[in-house]
């Protein structure tokens, strides 16, 4: 369940998130806003009731002290603004004086209060329409003896206030949440521009176009202070990568003077008459300085190729003889191997010396791997050239498919240093083949080995 909810979280994105967490928050807030107020409101309207009536108990205990039945009879009787209803009681619970919309009816409460004592209860009447009042019951000593003075008012009004204060909660609430989620969603949408536009640009930067920057947005906030400290890591990256290809570089052409030197040092000792076993030694030295050379050769093209990219030359180039002359050049050096060929005419635009360099990789990679036997096929396929190197060996698992481009990799079973692989060979075959607008991918082949698909526009 908490996956689900993250993978909605993530999916929502940041503006719609802090929308509804606003919305969120608003709406808690004022539901409780809404029923702290609604409490509140209807406490207040008691307390004036209750206010309300104690008065008029006050001004009828008043015309009581008077004595004078008329006077009594007027406070008893209110003006038409005044909407409580007052009675008169004594100790055996006759009512004594009443308001005239209550004439004749008996007590209106049971509350018999002690003299100069003041207590009040909600009760609901018959008497005035079946309707919910406070009622007020003084106790007062007179002339007469004890009595108790009841002044009641409905809290019809109290009733009404409370409703309208919920109705208008009920409906102000939603558009205040709807609002505010609204204009959140905008503003955050409007911060949020210059992240976008950083990601962007982000997304433009590759290890071959370090120089460029984020844009920092003239905000002077944290977004420009992110963009800033950004820029100043890409500087730092790009200082580093810069030295890291030129030591590769610098590298690279410095070890080929002495290793001509050992180039030709084993010449002479293989043209020398030395025992058969220092001969095996320089036979093996031979090998490794080759594999040497090579490895060096392909270190120099890739820092060629991070500092600078890939420099080609456009021109017609025939793919079938390049396809001939690799297939003979591996007969030559690998009689072991049946290398067959399935040949069409194809004529590509591109760099020849390169594209060569690219097909001797991969034939060199097919028969490092191969059994008995390595295929090759050219065909043109609707405007492309496809050739495809095909081997009887153990083939590329479906994980690794990728990570064989990669550079200086090679799998669990070629990691042998008498199988001659640098792992540079199909990394450079994939950037010349990428820098000609075309693709290279690797599946399974026929014989159960792997197949490199090679694929350029003509």
């Known amino acids: 369940m908490r996956g689900v909810v993250e993978r909605i979280r993530n999916r929502l994105g940041?503006?719609?998130?802090?929308?509804?967490?606003?919305?969120?928050?608003?709406?808690?807030?004022s539901v409780l806003t809404g029923v702290t107020f609604v409490v509140a409101a209807r406490f207040i309207l008691t307390g004036n009731v209750d206010q309300n009536t104690s008065d008029r108990a006050a001004q009828i205990a008043g015309a009581l002290d008077d004595g004078d039945r008329v006077t009594l009879l007027a406070v008893l009787s209110p003006s038409p603004r005044d909407r409580t209803i007052a009675q008169v009681v004594d100790t055996t619970g006759r009512v004594v004086a009443a308001s005239a919309a209550i004439?004749?009816?008996?007590?209106?409460?049971?509350?018999r209060p002690p003299a100069e004592a003041t207590q009040q209860e909600q009760r609901r009447l018959s008497v005035a329409h079946n309707q919910y009042f406070r009622i007020t019951a003084l106790g007062v000593t007179t002339a007469a003896g004890p009595r108790t003075i009841l002044v009641g008012q409905s809290i019809d009004e109290i009733d009404d206030g409370t409703e309208a204060a919920i109705g208008a909660l009920a409906v102000g609430l939603p558009l205040l949440t709807l609002t505010v989620g609204v204009a959140t969603f905008l503003f955050v949408g409007r911060s949020l521009r210059p992240v976008d536009a950083m990601r962007r640009q982000a997304e433009t930067i590759t290890g071959r176009s370090l120089h460029n920057r984020l844009p920092v947005p003239q905000t002077g906030d944290e977004i420009a202070a992110l963009a800033t400290t950004m820029n100043t890591m890409l500087d730092r990256i790009e200082a580093a990568t810069a030295a890291q290809h030129r030591f590769v570089a610098d590298a690279s052409h410095e070890l080929r003077s002495p290793l001509s030197t050992i180039h030709a040092g084993l010449d002479l000792l293989d043209a020398a008459d030395l025992p058969p076993a220092a001969g095996a030694h320089v036979t093996r030295m031979h090998r490794e300085s080759e594999r040497m050379a090579r490895l060096i050769s392909d270190l120099l093209l890739l820092a060629r190729v991070d500092e600078k990219g890939l420099q080609l030359r456009a021109e017609d180039v025939d793919l079938d003889d390049l396809v001939y002359?690799?297939?003979?050049r591996l007969t030559a050096e690998r009689p072991d191997l049946r290398v067959t060929v399935h040949v069409v005419p194809v004529r590509v635009s591109g760099d020849a010396h390169r594209l060569q360099r690219v097909l001797r990789n991969l034939l060199d990679n097919a028969a490092r791997h191969a059994r008995r036997a390595v295929e090759l096929t050219l065909r043109s396929d609707g405007g492309t050239a496809e050739l495809t190197v095909a081997d009887d060996g153990p083939g590329v698992p479906a994980q690794q498919r990728q990570r064989v481009f990669d550079r200086f990799v090679r799998l669990d079973d070629d990691r042998s240093r008498t199988a001659g692989g640098t792992g540079l060979g199909l990394a450079i075959a994939r950037d010349i083949v990428t820098a000609h607008g075309g693709?290279?991918?690797?599946?399974?082949?026929?014989?159960?080995?792997?197949?490199?698909r090679l694929r350029v526009p003509e």
């Open 103 to 111: 004439s004749g009816a008996g007590p209106i409460s049971t509350l």
């Open 439 to 452: 693709t290279l991918t690797v599946e399974d082949a026929p014989s159960g080995g792997a197949l490199l």
């Open 325 to 328: 002359a690799e297939r003979d």
């Open 14 to 29: 940041v503006r719609m998130r802090s929308a509804l967490a606003a919305s969120a928050v608003v709406a808690v807030a």
